[in-house]
């Protein structure tokens, strides 16, 4: 059973960065064999896809963050990361990572999510 756990949220004023982390368990390389993602979702708002890594290390964003946001993982630490930089009002939402075996398919694995709130 694949557990995730997000952290690092928290409040910064726009032009500011943060770096969200999800520490994954429950299956040992789990990077080698589930793609990971990152999602987000603001109040009254749909969840969005912001930014996806595959197993294979490819990675592809969101147009609205493109440039700003990177996704990434440290295999060794079993830890998903998204940098984020130059953050504005617009990317304030609750920010959730997950996981899905392969390289396609539903997400079956989602964290609890962790907020990120952007003042102008």
């Known amino acids: 059973q694949v557990q995730l756990v997000e952290s690092g949220g928290g409040s910064v004023q726009a032009g500011g960065s943060l770096r969200l982390s999800c520490a994954a368990s429950?299956?040992?390389?789990?990077?080698?064999?589930?793609?990971m993602g990152w999602f987000r979702q603001a109040p009254g708002k749909e969840r969005e896809g912001v930014a996806a890594?595959?197993?294979?290390?490819?990675?592809s964003y969101a147009d609205s963050v493109k440039g700003r946001f990177t996704i990434s993982y440290d295999k060794a630490k079993n830890t998903l990361y998204l940098q984020m930089n130059n953050l504005k009002p617009e990317d304030t939402a609750m920010y959730y990572c997950a996981a899905v075996k392969g390289v396609s398919g539903d997400y079956g694995y989602w964290g609890q999510g962790t907020q990120v709130t952007v003042s102008s």
């Open positions: 890594i595959n197993t294979d290390g490819s990675t």
């Open positions: 429950g299956h040992i390389f789990i990077f080698n064999y589930y793609s």
